[in-house]
């Protein structure tokens, strides 16, 4: 199973929104709405932000949201903030109780 | 509050058994939920490394399974990795994690460990 493809890096100004894509096939992204999305900080263990496409943890702020469209899903983060600056990664479930990860991208708030 | 601890040795030689153990506090792994290692090498990305439920049943990177056993001890509510014929390759930060409802996402992570697989 290859890792989903991501974005090396995106960015945006405060308040801006950015959208990080994940593009995987139709055995993986594309098969199943099982699609979720970590944020992780330097030196920290990854937070759940998204799962199964668009579902938000408890304590995630809505500026947060997860769609999916054929073999690629996206997350969006609206009003951007300094504390979004982080590396963010998509997991996706890939058939045969097997899961892949993303390549993550590095998000800057400009 | 789910809380996750990764325990085990640092170095590791080439050739030898990685073994790591996660401790699950404030939760009983037998009331269910799968659990997972994840592993992440120094400057890349995540890698899904196996799953086990509470039961005992195991999930696996097919690209590992050759050298893997994931198991779970409910009587000490800790659940353990064991990689095989370590290569530099496999030096990483080995998280352990509480899956989800459906298994196929992260709820809860321990802060990883970083293995150096070194002579």
């Known amino acids: 199973q290859s890792a989903l493809t991501q974005p090396p890096s995106a960015s945006g100004s405060p308040g801006q929104s950015v959208t990080i894509s994940c593009t995987g096939t139709?055995?993986?992204?594309?098969?199943?709405?099982?699609v979720s999305w970590y944020q992780q900080h330097p030196g920290k263990a990854p937070k759940l932000m998204i799962y199964?496409?668009?579902k938000r943890p408890s304590g995630v702020p809505d500026r947060f949201s997860g769609s999916k469209s054929g073999n690629t899903a996206s997350l969006t983060v609206s009003g951007l903030q300094a504390e979004d600056e982080a590396d963010y990664y998509c997991?996706?479930?890939?058939?045969?109780?097997?899961?892949?990860f993303g390549t993550g991208t590095k998000v800057t708030v400009l | 509050q789910v809380q996750l601890q990764e325990s085990g040795p640092g170095l590791v030689k080439p050739s030898e058994t990685l073994s790591l153990t996660c401790t699950v506090s404030?939760?009983?792994?037998?009331?269910?939920?799968?659990w997972g290692w994840i592993r992440q090498p120094p400057g890349k990305g995540l890698e899904w490394i196996g799953t086990?439920?509470?039961?005992?049943?195991?999930y696996y990177n097919p690209s590992l399974k050759s050298r893997l056993t994931v198991s779970v001890d409910t009587s000490k509510n800790q659940f353990s990795l064991r990689l095989s014929s370590v290569t530099a390759a496999d030096t990483a930060v080995y998280s352990c994690?509480?899956?989800?409802?459906?298994?196929?996402?992260?709820?809860?992570w321990g802060q990883g460990t970083l293995v150096t697989v070194s002579s």
């Open positions: 139709s055995s993986d992204v594309g098969g199943y709405n099982y």
């Open positions: 199964e496409v668009s």
């Open positions: 404030g939760y009983s792994i037998s009331s269910g939920y799968h």
């Open positions: 086990v439920y509470h039961g005992g049943t195991t």
């Open positions: 994690a509480r899956a989800g409802v459906t298994k196929y996402h992260f709820d809860y």
């Open positions: 997991s996706s479930y890939a058939g045969s109780n097997n899961l892949v």
